[in-house]
């Protein structure tokens, strides 16, 4: 950053010199290098070996050997199974069932009927369909419904928000497509396979945080003093929102263990922590929402500064903080109706048990939602004031009555 003499530079529209803070920013690029490092290290401290992950899952398969799942064109769908008073199916030879034929395997060019429950056959599939089978190989080879094949839509979709993307944002946008590259390689090179070779949930969570972060911030919105302030505001967020987890996760005594998925995980990753996954998981799901906030929040605060350049450094902090709380308002909604969108299914069903909500605050899915919600949302909101002080603290100074020296 220079010497530490003091420098003036000129802004604003009137052509006046703002003295540069260099303390703030000493301050906050020395708080980001011993994050950076504390990444590093961390990485280098946590990265499982390959004979580790090796171990947990080189025992774990998800079908038993010779079962394979050749593709399959639907020839003909049958009408779903009428549903019994009780809720069963029971498919019938002239309902339920898809005829189609396989298309390679062994069995490469034969018709079979395999049975579907009655959504798939609701779902809107057609002849012409292509569909994934289940093969178990036998004195005679039996076959069942896997799933439908989906990749040509998400292709599609994927490439018109890539298209839209880098459209609209451009150069910006192509660097957050990056980015978001990036973060899905750390997350499943790093922090999946950390966490089933049973290291603690929380430092993993934090150092895939870190460096996602620094990444994804510094090649999107460019390397400079105000995306430092958001880079610095998010890792603050994101340390909060760990140590809300932790707490939450011990006062409520959740055990981090939800549905059939908790289930496979104790069965085949013992060394799991599950609470700690969970606190994990806080963090990660925070994430995208808590840089969303802390980069607005610095950008307004240097945009304040540029169209007020007379501004008091307390008077800067109030206006940004006026834009945080609109931020703050209407991300909220986002965070709850993000994870009620997500956890519908579970609701829908407490819905039609008829349970008191005061009993349903002693089931693990409920508490586990409010818990997620609540911990991201404290975080969020306390990120708001600290990136907005930090940005006030290092943007140049007032530039009322000044010189310009050069």
């Known amino acids: 950053m220079g010497s530490g003499h003091a420098h003036r530079h000129r802004a604003g529209p009137g052509g006046a010199g703002v003295e540069v803070a260099r303390g703030p920013r000493a301050v906050l690029l020395a708080f980001l290098a011993l994050a950076a490092v504390a990444t590093v290290v961390g990485l280098f401290a946590l990265w499982p070996s390959d004979a580790d992950v090796e171990e947990v899952t080189g025992s774990v398969s998800y079908a038993a050997p010779g079962v394979t799942f050749p593709t399959a064109t639907v020839r003909v769908v049958q009408p779903a199974c009428p549903r019994a008073e009780d809720g069963s199916v029971e498919p019938g030879p002239d309902c339920g069932q898809l005829r189609v034929r396989v298309e390679d395997g062994a069995d490469e060019g034969s018709t079979v009927s395999v049975s579907v429950p009655p959504e798939v056959s609701e779902s809107g599939l057609e002849p012409g369909d292509t569909v994934r089978l289940q093969r178990v190989p036998g004195d005679e080879a039996s076959f069942s419904y896997f799933g439908t094949e989906r990749r040509t839509p998400l292709l599609v979709m994927t490439l018109v928000f890539v298209v839209l993307v880098i459209a609209v944002a451009r150069w910006r946008g192509f660097f957050a497509l990056l980015g978001l590259a990036f973060s899905g390689l750390v997350i499943w090179e790093f922090l999946l396979p950390a966490l089933l070779t049973g290291e603690p949930g929380v430092a993993v969570g934090l150092v895939a945080s870190g460096a996602i972060m620094f990444v994804v911030l510094y090649s ?165 004031p600290l990136t907005t002080g930090i940005a006030a603290l290092t943007v140049p100074g007032p530039s009322r009555a000044r010189e310009d020296v050069r």
């Open 220 to 384: 999107t919105h460019g390397v400079s003093i105000r995306t430092s302030a958001a880079l610095a505001g998010t890792l603050v967020g994101v340390l909060v929102t760990a140590g809300l987890g932790v707490v939450a996760v011990d006062a409520t005594r959740l055990t981090g263990v939800e549905g059939e998925s908790g289930a496979i995980l104790t069965t085949f990753a013992g060394d799991l922590d599950f609470q700690g996954l969970f606190a994990c998981a806080i963090v990660i799901a925070g994430l995208g929402v808590l840089n969303d906030v802390t980069i607005t929040q610095a950008s307004s605060v240097w945009e304040i500064r540029s169209a007020a350049p007379d501004l008091g450094r307390r008077q800067v902090f109030a206006g940004g903080m006026r834009i945080g709380r609109d931020h703050i308002a209407s991300t909220i909604y986002t965070i709850v109706f993000a994870y009620a969108g997500t956890a519908l299914a579970v609701l829908l069903i407490l819905q039609l048990y008829g349970l008191p909500i005061r009993e349903l605050l002693a089931t693990e899915e409920i508490t586990t939602e409010i818990v997620r919600t609540l911990a991201s949302s404290i975080g969020l909101v306390l990120a708001v």
